[in-house]
T-cell receptor, first 118, second 109 residues
Framework: GAVVSQHPSRVICKSGTSVKIECRSL??????MFWYRQFPKQSLMLMAT?????????EQGVEKDKFLINHASLTLSTLTVTSAHPEDSSFYIC??????????????FGAGSRLTVL | GQNIDQPTEMTATEGAIVQINCTYQ??????LFWYQQHAGEAPTFLSY????GLEEKGRFSSFLSRSKGYSYLLLKELQMKDSASYLC??????????FGPGTRLSVLP
């Protein structure tokens, strides 16, 4: 089945620094990837839709200058949290849809990245 | 607008059957996903219903009624490892996916 790889799984950084999270579709091409944020005991909150070769579409209330998304190829999307602050500490998850004939249009998630900003 | 609703928490006993309901209202709809998520982990795929009716997959079954905007996930022969959050998500033709708040299921011995 489709596999989405997300790295790093855990990252701790100092306030004011930037952190990059990578999301790769390993065995299929994904023109669209999705980035979510999840707080403890809450559901997934869609942050943005990453589109290969074009600008990402951000959900209302999400700062695009704060959360930079780049979808440079059909298998890689990156989320960069710029000038991170403690309130940015969260669980970030990416997902991609396998639209190939064998993929059954399933939305597959990466393993998630737990960001802790000190 | 888009809205998905499901119970926040449910409790059931090991070996029992539990049904988790999900109602949805979306501007576009192609199908309904169910995912299982254990604490601190990413969601894993359980089912995807496009057509009305019941689809069975082992101990888990999922039902969809498009006319009623309603779906449920049925878990049989509950095991302790089934304690997790269960998320339903409406597929808006792949443009985005609207997730419900998730149902935290606790399976008691």
């Amino acid at each position: 089945g489709a596999v989405v790889s997300q790295h790093p799984s855990r990252v701790i950084c100092k306030s004011g620094t930037s952190v990059k999270i990578e999301c790769r579709s390993l065995d299929f091409q994904a023109t669209t990837m999705f980035w979510y944020r999840q707080f403890p005991k809450q559901s997934l909150m869609l942050m943005a839709t990453s589109n290969e070769g074009s600008k990402a579409t951000y959900e209302q209330g999400v700062e695009k200058d704060k959360f930079l998304i780049n979808h440079a190829s059909l298998t890689l999307s990156t989320l960069t949290v710029t000038s991170a602050h403690p309130e940015d500490s969260s669980f970030y998850i990416c997902s991609a849809r396998d639209s190939t004939p064998s993929g059954a249009n399933v939305l597959t998630f990466g393993a998630g990245s737990r960001l802790t900003v000190l | 607008g888009q809205n998905i609703d499901q119970p926040t928490e449910m409790t059931a006993t090991e070996g029992a059957i539990v049904q988790i309901n999900c109602t949805y209202q979306t501007s576009g709809f192609n199908g309904l996903f169910w995912y299982q998520q254990h604490a601190g982990e990413a969601p894993t795929f359980l089912s995807y219903n496009v057509l009305d009716g019941l689809e069975e997959k082992g101990r888990f079954s999922s039902f969809l009624s498009r006319s009623k905007g309603y779906s449920y996930l049925l878990l049989k022969e509950l095991q302790m490892k089934d304690s997790a959050s269960y998320l339903c998500a409406a597929d808006n033709y792949g443009q985005n996916f609207v997730f419900g708040p998730g149902t935290r299921l606790s399976v008691l011995p």
